[in-house]
């Protein structure tokens, strides 16, 4: 059973920083590629982020290009989302995402994932 939980999350004003980390189990992040994915209320489910099989960074969404960064400590079964230079419209739900079908990239649709993480809420304000 593959299970993934986000922690890190909170409140944090304009222009701070935050790490989001996921930690995984019941595989290892060698063979399959995460990604981060996040909702704000009243909108689908955007990716931000993944990171493949090898450890390569892909799919970083033009809205948080340059702010944020997606990483990995293999031997802590943990994903981390670096996030800076935070706005008010990052704010929402951030889930971490996989499904044994991806390895060497990551689909954008949420729908092609079927493990989920719990959420880790996100707010971006002053």
């Known amino acids: 059973q593959f299970k993934l939980v986000e922690s890190g999350g909170g409140l944090v004003q304009p222009g701070g920083s935050l790490r989001l980390s996921c930690v995984i189990s019941?595989?290892?992040?060698?063979?399959?590629?995460v990604a981060w994915f996040r909702q704000a209320p009243g909108k689908e489910r955007e990716e931000v982020a993944c990171?493949?099989?090898?450890?390569?960074?892909?799919n970083e969404g033009d809205s948080v290009k340059g702010r944020f960064a997606i990483s990995r400590d293999v031997a802590s079964h943990t994903v981390y989302l670096q996030m800076n230079s935070l706005k008010p419209e990052d704010t929402g739900v951030y889930y971490c995402a996989e499904d044994e079908f991806w390895t060497s990239w990551c689909p954008a649709k949420s729908s092609d994932f079927a493990s989920w993480g719990q959420g880790t809420q996100v707010t971006v304000s002053s």
């Open positions: 990171i493949n099989s090898a450890g390569l960074s892909l």
């Open positions: 019941g595989f290892r992040l060698d063979e399959y590629a």
